[in-house]
């Protein structure tokens, strides 16, 4: 019986690419569009050395993302805690390791592209929280021991990232497994609980923030405190984003960018280039296909006919929604300073990576919305 | 499947929350982005081209100063120099430090700019070094994204190709001192000059046109990527001087290594033609910038080159004042071109007696005789008969005793004593004795070698109170800023005294007898009149008269005679006056007169005055000389 439901929910390859979500994917290849624009601009229109790169890095994920969108979802959460672990393994290994003899290296270097463990750690979270709260039945979710063991594999990681210390990361793997914890049924007054004992430790916690970090966090609060230190990167990028106004000052025009007085134009703040190139139009143009990608992603989950999918649909999207709030929020001086790009856009091939992992199981689940799955992976257990 | 849907249903409902609270996010990056790029856009903006826009001055060039001829006589060169902009560095000593690495700063250097760094705006470049070599300029834009807010500056920097022979005419320019700063903002530029003596001070404000600006885009490390805007500004006024520099070269060069001036003027216009004084100067060191050895050197030199000699020098006529004297005798009828008086080769008034200069005396003397041999006991004679006031009176109607108004600055006034000055001065009552010193330019009066050509001039005029002047034309573009000249005043002298006078000095030059005979102008159209002057500048005591005075060779130098002559040509038709002097050079026969029969000779020759030349040639009124501190210095005059 078993054989027969899995010979059954075995989709063909013409099957499943006729079920792939070809608009999502056309979406997706339009956003990242927008980035090679600006990648041509913020190296004065040219190729060199950023947007001809970035497509090329974008073509090779686009593969891979089709890769995953295409193999079974059942496979996923079969070796969704197998893909924890050896994530969690590589993020020991570079951080300790790190520590010990290679200085501060995040990362392994695969020759084609360096593989960031704690990037690749936001995916194997999700599927790992994904894969435990769809074994578990509403009963068992409210019982508060079995949140022991998720908010270990939270913290782990979590832990082993801010040693680096990579607030950024951080903050964006509790917060996307919070969003799975939250939609996975856990009572809103667990958060309460949590938060304010988040709360109750921050000092504690402020101790252990490195130097520059603070600085970060108390720049945040008065960027006009230090306006040629830590400032300098926020207030520039405000006068570029304000200088912009409405409908910008044109294509390869940004004078803030292009006279080197914003930072990191090609990478963290690749947004403040297009809003003041392009203006609220296009910063609003490019938040719009933000939220078709956020849309279709909601849209997905919900209409996943297996808890793991759903889960999956919800953390991926979650993750893609940080990325962008966390980025576009920093830019416009509403957070303080953390090394978050803005997805699909800015330069750099490791959260590139994992965005269209992540968008290829978002695909998967897409294609197996259908495919009811038992809480251990069989298709005959609901 | 009940179970599932029921968590289905959980699942959405919590979806929803959430895809609400991320909406509401979402929101909150909208509602910003319209407050920095609507609401607050105009602010940003403005902070955008703060950022991107730099203001630079532009100095205008310096006027060009030219000679009656149009020859360029102060003119402006390309100059190369490494400018510090404090802003643009975060550390101003660690970017000498590199600085020094190419080219040695020294301390006392680095001094300076530090504190020049304190004195000036942030934005206000600084100048560390000019006139640099192509090589360290090379060296320098090379090195630059090491050196932040070093930047090379293209100047132009004054320059006199005949340094030495006009230096006290033109003045020189120098870098700005800390008094002299004034709302005009160009004077705070890096590496501008003004105007600190001379022409130069004069028409400084003139010269030196008012400030461009220039607006540029620069990055974020202050390099500019483009020009946006260029105003030029006013360049400064072409000024065209009354001097002829190839006879200003010739008298200058007459002089040789003696201390002295030559002054040569138009009788008729007051058209200065030459004006040397030596030693001169070089004006372009000190728009270098001089050492202190150098300005030591030019402080103590014991010839004083940084004085104009020819407006700043005092000096005691000697026998060249006789013609006052004579005029004032004539006029108030105590002597007649036929009145004699016997010399004896001294005279005696009181129990002084009074030499002349030919020991044995010059026998019966009448006016001619008197003037072409300079006897002295004539003079004293006459001078006792006239009495001082009215030699004073006759001196100042000549243009003695007080200053021209010459449109240079350090012009003095000489001094034409009277009872009347003794009595306030000194507060003494005026000796008779002392007018006889007079009769023969000695005693108390002193005057300038520039006041001497005018008192020629005007003898040689026909009595018209001509005055001196260097300036013919500010040319601004087309327009020409000149005035007129004011009709001068007749002295009322009578013209029969005049011809006196003049025929006298024609006799000095041109018949056997005459002190200048030697030195004469052998070509009739050229040929010159004149009168030879010789200065004591010591007294000399009884005890050496008796036994045998001295000859100027064995005197040091300081106690020498000074030689002087004055003289115009044509003798038929006056155009040209000269005043020579040169101190402690001796006799004025031997040493003055030469030189002074070769610059007139070639005056004639050159005939820079001729009519039609340049016509028509009119007289500036003379500017007030603007002092930089705000204070009016003029008054002083």
């Avoid at chain 2, 005279?347 to 020991?359: P, Q, R, S």
């Amino acid at each position: 019986m078993a054989i027969e439901f899995l010979n059954k929910s075995d989709l063909s390859l013409g099957q499943k690419l006729w079920r792939l979500h070809w608009i999502f994917v056309l979406v997706l290849i339009a956003t990242a569009s927008v980035g090679f624009v600006m990648l041509y601009s913020a190296a004065n229109g040219s190729l060199e050395p950023w947007a001809g790169r970035q497509i090329l890095r974008f073509s090779m994920g686009l593969g891979l993302m089709l890769l995953v969108a295409m193999t079974n979802l059942r496979i996923w959460l079969k070796y969704s805690y197998a893909f924890y672990a050896v994530t969690l393994v590589l993020l020991g290994a570079v951080e300790l390791g790190g520590t010990i003899g290679m200085g501060a290296q995040r990362w392994i270097d695969l020759g084609v592209i360096n593989l960031q463990p704690s990037e690749l750690m936001k995916v194997a979270l999700v599927l790992a929280l994904a894969r435990y709260f769809h074994g578990g039945n509403m009963e068992e979710v409210a019982r508060p021991t079995f949140l022991l063991a998720p908010l270990l594999m939270v913290a782990a990681p979590t832990a082993l990232v801010l040693r680096q210390p990579d607030l950024g990361t951080a903050v964006m793997l509790v917060m996307g497994s919070g969003a799975i914890f939250f939609v996975a049924g856990v009572k809103m007054w667990k958060f309460a609980v949590l938060l304010l004992g988040a709360l109750i430790s921050a000092p504690v916690g402020w101790q252990f923030l490195r130097e520059y970090q603070k600085q970060r966090v108390l720049t945040f609060l008065n960027p006009e405190s230090d306006p040629l230190g830590s400032g300098y990167h926020i207030i520039q990028s405000k006068i570029a984003l304000g200088s912009g106004g409405v409908f910008g000052k044109g294509f390869m025009q940004g004078s803030q960018s292009h006279l080197s007085f914003l930072p990191e134009k090609q990478t963290d703040f690749i947004f403040t280039m297009l809003a003041e190139e392009f203006g609220l139009m296009g910063g609003l143009g490019l938040l719009c296909l933000y939220i078709l990608i956020l849309a279709y992603g909601f849209n997905i989950a919900l209409n996943c006919r297996n808890h793991y999918g759903r889960l999956v649909g919800m953390g991926v999207t979650t993750t893609f929604f940080l990325y962008v709030f966390i980025n576009i929020a920093m830019v416009m001086g509403l957070i303080p300073v953390v090394g978050v790009p803005l997805p699909l856009i800015s330069y750099g091939g490791t959260a590139m990576m994992t965005l269209l992992l992540g968008f290829g199981l978002l695909l998967s689940v897409h294609i197996n919305r259908d495919e009811p799955i038992g809480r251990r992976g069989a298709a005959d257990d609901f | 499947m009940h179970r599932d849907s029921e968590r289905h249903k959980q699942f959405s409902r919590r979806t929803a929350l959430l895809a609400g609270g991320k909406a509401v996010l979402l929101s909150a990056l909208v509602g910003r982005m319209y407050f920095l790029q609507v609401v607050e856009s105009k602010r940003y903006k403005t902070l955008a081209d703060e950022n991107r826009i730099n203001f630079r001055l532009l100095a205008p060039p310096r006027g060009r100063i030219v000679d009656r001829f149009g020859v360029p006589i102060a003119d402006n060169q390309q100059n190369y120099q490494v400018v510090l902009i404090p802003e643009q560095t975060e550390d101003i000593e660690e970017t000498l430090l590199r600085l020094g690495r190419i080219i040695p700063i020294r301390n006392s250097e680095k001094k300076r700019i530090l504190r020049e760094v304190r004195r000036k705006r942030s934005f206000v470049p600084v100048t560390l070094r000019e006139n640099l070599s192509w090589e360290d300029v090379a060296r320098i834009e090379v090195n630059t994204p090491d050196l932040p807010g070093i930047m090379i500056d293209v100047g132009q920097s004054r320059f006199y190709p005949y340094a030495l022979e006009t230096a006290h005419v033109l003045g020189y320019v120098a870098a700005v001192s800390e008094g002299e700063t004034t709302d005009d903002p160009l004077l705070e530029l890096p590496g501008f000059r003004i105007g600190k003596s001379g022409i130069e001070k004069v028409y400084d404000l003139a010269l030196r046109g008012s400030s461009g600006n220039l607006q540029v885009e620069v990055n974020a490390f202050g390099r500019v990527i483009r020009e946006l805007e260029r105003n030029e500004g006013q360049p400064g006024t072409r000024l065209q001087l009354t001097i002829d520099t190839e006879l200003q070269k010739l008298a200058s060069e007459k002089l040789a290594d003696e201390s002295g001036s030559v002054v040569v003027m138009d009788v008729h216009s007051g058209d200065v033609l030459a004006m040397v004084s030596t030693p001169g100067f070089d004006p372009n060191a000190f728009n270098k910038g001089l050492s202190t050895d150098e300005w030591n050197a030019l402080v103590n030199n014991d010839k004083s080159p940084l004085i104009n000699k020819s407006i700043g020098g005092h000096y005691a006529p000697g026998s060249t004042f006789k013609m006052v004297v004579a005029m004032a005798a004539l006029e108030k009828g105590v002597i007649s071109s036929e009145s004699e008086i016997f010399c004896s080769g001294k005279t005696e008034l009181g129990n002084a007696t009074f030499h002349c200069w030919k020991k044995d005396g010059h026998g019966v003397t009448n006016l001619n005789k008197g003037i072409a041999q300079s006897c002295d006991v004539y003079f004293y004679e006459i001078a006792k008969r006239t009495g001082i006031e009215r030699i004073a009176e006759m001196a100042r109607r000549l243009g003695l005793g007080a200053r021209l108004g010459l449109d240079l600055p350090g012009e003095k006034p000489g001094l034409v004593p009277s009872n009347k000055w003794k009595k306030a001065v000194i507060g003494a009552p005026w000796q008779q004795g002392e007018t006889l010193l007079a009769g023969i330019g000695q005693g108390y009066v002193l005057t300038t070698p520039l006041q001497l050509a005018v008192m020629i001039s005007r003898m040689v005029n026909g009595g018209v109170a001509v005055t001196p002047h260097l300036t013919r034309d500010l040319i601004n573009g087309d327009d020409v800023l000149s005035k007129n000249e004011e009709e001068n005043k007749d002295i009322g002298l009578v013209p029969a005294h005049l011809a006196l006078v003049r025929d006298a000095m024609n006799r000095v030059v041109n018949v056997p007898g005459g002190t200048a005979f030697n030195s004469r102008i052998r070509k009739t159209e050229f040929r010159m009149g004149g009168k030879t002057g010789t200065a004591q500048v010591r007294r000399i005591s009884k005890q050496e008269r008796e036994t045998r005075v001295l000859k100027n060779e064995e005197l040091p130098w300081k106690e020498r005679d000074h030689a002087l002559f004055v003289g115009y040509a044509p003798v038929d038709a006056p155009r040209y006056a000269i005043s020579v002097v040169v101190e402690h050079g001796g006799g004025g026969s031997k040493i003055a007169a030469p030189i002074a029969r070769d610059v007139l000779e070639v005056a004639q020759r050159r005939n820079a005055a001729r009519p039609g030349d340049n016509q028509p040639v009119r007289k500036l009124a003379k500017p007030k000389i603007v002092a930089l501190s705000g204070k009016d210095e003029s008054g002083q005059g």
